[in-house]
């Protein structure tokens, strides 16, 4: 896998989630998990109550993060993921 690993492309993707994902633990669940799936990056709250993300990584942990964000804690109710 090393070797593999070393030449897989690192792709940074920007994320906006709405929905109810302020105040449920989303913002915390989102970097708790990005970082069990690879991804390095950030996760902010906005002003008008979205959650604002930028994740670096692999294309396929990318995509996995991207599926997750769409249920995220248990609290939250997400209503969209824009890339």
Request: aromatic share 6%; glycine share 10%.
């Amino acid at each position: 896998c090393m070797l593999r690993c070393m030449t897989e492309t690192i792709t940074t993707l920007h994320v906006l989630i709405s929905g109810r994902v302020q105040g449920v633990g989303y913002r915390k669940w989102v970097y708790k998990t990005a970082l069990e799936h690879g991804l390095t990056g950030w996760v902010r709250n906005l002003p008008d109550g979205r959650v604002e993300a930028q994740f670096s990584g692999t294309l396929k942990n990318i995509e996995t993060m991207l599926v997750l964000c769409r249920k995220g804690p248990m609290l939250a109710k997400v209503v969209d993921v824009e890339t």
